[in-house]
């Protein structure tokens, strides 16, 4: 099992910002914000499931080849290596809790496919 998140830890990103809520035994609870206009990379994980929890706005989500609104109380399942991405096409900010599950869980389990932010 690898593990690498720790509890409260920040991290600042071009499209938002992410904070670990609590850990645990495979499994991470993380509360991501996605600044207006902004998007995730398209990306997979071979290793982890997540669940997602839109909590705020509406968002927009890539989950294979559907493309999908999530407003406020969606709740979205990706399967270990589904592309998915979030993106926020509104003026208002996006803010979704994500439950990774998994043996193996750390940055270097995310697989980019297409970045805005030039870090595919």
């Known amino acids: ?6 509890k409260g830890q920040k991290d600042n990103r071009p499209w938002g910002t992410w904070e670990v ?21 398209l990306q997979l994980h071979h290793y982890r499931s997540e669940h997602w929890i839109i909590t705020q ?17 969606t709740a979205v399942f990706i399967p270990v290596e589904a592309v998915h991405r979030m993106s926020n096409e509104t003026d208002e900010t996006v803010v979704f809790i994500e439950v990774q599950a998994g043996k193996t869980l750390d940055e ?13």
């Open 21 to 41: 809520i609590e850990t645990g035994p495979e499994f991470i609870v993380k509360k991501i914000t996605v600044f207006p206009h902004q998007k995730l990379s």
């Open 108 to 120: 270097e389990d995310i697989v980019r496919l297409e970045d805005s932010y030039n870090r595919v």
């Open 1 to 6: 099992m690898s593990v690498t998140y720790q």
């Open 57 to 73: 706005g509406t968002g927009t989500v890539t989950l294979g080849e559907k493309t999908f609104k999530a407003p406020q109380n």
